[in-house]
């Protein structure tokens, strides 16, 4: 989408691109990715995490599948790589915690009209693995979920 601003008092007229992309989609993990990597570039003030993270979404509306995962894994509290998938047989089974929510979910997470705490306490969104390491990883996925929203340029269907 290009937009443009038109200045009253000069005339001056400034053109710029948004960039929209659609929760899940190709586009929008890559941008994710990307923003991930400039996120986690550095130590954050949480604890130093080393190990895999694997979020795996269900029910996803219009795209290659109803199932799509995304895996980010750290040393020491930095993302040394990150993937994703439209299957659930080529999703990671290596992670310390692993993450399962539906897209109606999600959506609700990222719009704030629940938190992700409150998702997990209610059971709509399931966590695996051992109690501490959820702990250890709690702020890192508080950060991500900024990261998804990529700065207001994440758009998803209307559930």
């Avoid at 702020?139 to 929203?149: A, D, G, S």
Wanted: with cysteine.
């Amino acid at each position: 989408m290009m937009l443009q601003y038109v200045s009253h008092s000069s005339q001056d007229v400034c053109s710029f691109e948004v960039i929209i992309v659609q929760f899940l989609s190709e586009e929008w993990a890559e941008e994710v990715i990307r923003h991930a990597y400039d996120e986690f570039s550095s130590q954050g003030e949480e604890p130093k995490v080393t190990g895999t993270a694997v979020i795996g979404y269900y029910n996803v509306p219009s795209q290659r599948s109803d199932y799509f995962w995304m895996s980010y894994q750290l040393d020491r509290g930095m993302l040394v790589d990150a993937q994703y998938g439209y299957d659930r047989e080529s999703m990671p089974r290596n992670g310390v915690i692993t993450v399962r929510e539906d897209y109606k979910t999600a959506v609700r997470i990222l719009r704030e009209e629940i938190s992700f705490l409150e998702a997990v306490r209610t059971g709509a969104i399931h966590i695996q693995g051992p109690m501490p390491a959820v702990i250890r990883y709690r702020n890192m996925c508080h950060r991500m979920l900024r990261v998804k929203k990529l700065d207001g340029q994440t758009e998803w269907k209307r559930v």
